[in-house]
């Protein structure tokens, strides 16, 4: 049987403004800044097109701003309790303002599409509205991925982007 770590305890294994490694499926590790941990199983990462080939190897932190990252979304923070996913440093100083949560785009059957709206600590949904298709191909795409998928998008992506 599993322990229950407390929001409190969980919210300290990657508090905001940690800066993680994900292992990617291929080689090496992805980056991540955690903007948000709701200290109930989700975060809000901000993902880099970095790709590092050991926890230990530099990163240039000057590329973690916000409008660098190539993926933002919500992901389960299992990856961090059972310590796939390593935090190797922080932002500093951290100013939660200046990464902000947005407006994600949620896709029904490409026929319909919503702006979906979160609780800047919850992370749990508290408005949903309906968009033009052309609002909602200029948003993050709405879901909570598991960490595993988190770590198989990425890869994807980078890959894409030649990294």
Known sequence: MC?????RQARALAPEGSIIALPLRDRGY???VVARNSGDGAL??????VRLDSIDSPLDHSVLKPENAIRVGQVGDLGV???AWKVI???SPWSRSAWPLPPFARY????AFYKSYYDEDTLRKIREVRIEKS???ELWEDGMDGYVAAEIVLTKRLRELGI
């Not at 029904?108 to 026929?111: A, H, I, L």
């Open 3 to 7: 322990a229950r770590i407390s929001k």
């Open 30 to 32: 992805g980056v991540g």
């Open 44 to 49: 809000l990462v901000y993902y880099y097109g």
């Open 81 to 83: 309790l059972n310590g």
């Open 89 to 91: 440093g922080a932002i």
């Open 108 to 111: 029904v059957q490409g026929v």
């Open 135 to 137: 609002e909602a191909d």
